[in-house]
């Protein structure tokens, strides 16, 4: 089955600075990938995702590249707030067969330092 | 939409007691997914529906966790009886077959004394 590894485990950054948190994913049939941030006491929330037909996705602040020869994709934060503290998720998935299924990465704690 | 709704908040119980989760999907979602969040094991599917059908349950622990759906709007996780180990903060989430997104409740946090 799919495994999803993910680094780091924890991040602090600078108000202003980047972070980048990276993937990498075993199942090469593997073809869409999110991002969900979670804030402390809410639940996980769907805030950028790509399909492996694209190599990179821009929004605002934030930007997903995915290497699929490597298997692996990160996610890029730029000008980071302090709002941005959270754990951040990734996940891959193979939409036709096992997407029923969403194998979470084991996450990364990201603190934006004021 | 409300969101994906989930009730109670948070959850004390005593060990033997048997404790129920609610969940209430997004209007129109055919999907409903039970997670659970522990700080050792992240987030875990126990148990998914499909049009109210449980698919695949195994993630689900033991026999003590159980989960129904009755309607397409209302799903029930119960645990009896409940153990110290069960604490955890349990997540519903919901899709829709026509899109990948998956939206998830602000959980129950659950602690079994």
């Known amino acids: 089955g799919e495994n999803v590894e993910q680094h780091p485990s924890t991040l602090s950054v600078q108000e202003g600075d980047s972070a980048v948190i990276k993937c990498t994913y075993s199942?090469?049939?593997?073809?869409?990938f999110p991002w969900y941030k979670q804030e402390l006491g809410k639940g996980p929330q769907l805030i950028i995702d790509i399909r492996s037909n694209v190599g990179e996705k821009k929004d605002q602040r934030i930007a997903v590249t995915l290497n699929k020869t490597a298997k692996h994709f990160s996610l890029h934060i730029t000008e980071t707030q302090p709002e941005d503290s959270a754990v951040y998720f990734c996940a891959a998935i193979y939409m036709k067969t096992s997407y029923d299924k969403v194998i979470f990465g084991p996450g990364t704690s990201l603190s934006v330092i004021p | 939409d409300a969101g994906v709704i989930q009730s109670p908040r948070h959850e004390v119980t005593e060990m033997g007691q048997e404790v129920t989760l609610r969940c209430k999907p997004i209007?129109?979602?055919?999907?409903l997914f039970w997670y659970r969040q522990t700080m050792m094991r992240g987030l875990e599917l126990l148990i998914y529906f499909n049009n109210n059908v449980p698919i695949d349950d195994s993630g689900m622990p033991e026999d003590r966790f159980s989960a129904k759906m009755p309607n397409a709007s209302f799903s029930t996780l119960k645990i009896q009886p409940s153990e110290p180990r069960d604490s955890a903060v349990y997540f519903c989430?919901?899709?829709?077959?026509?899109?990948?997104?998956?939206?998830f409740g602000s959980g129950t946090q659950l602690s079994v004394l």
């Open positions: 209007s129109g979602h055919d999907y």
């Open positions: 199942d090469s049939a593997s073809n869409y």
């Open positions: 989430a919901s899709r829709s077959t026509l899109n990948e997104k998956l939206f």
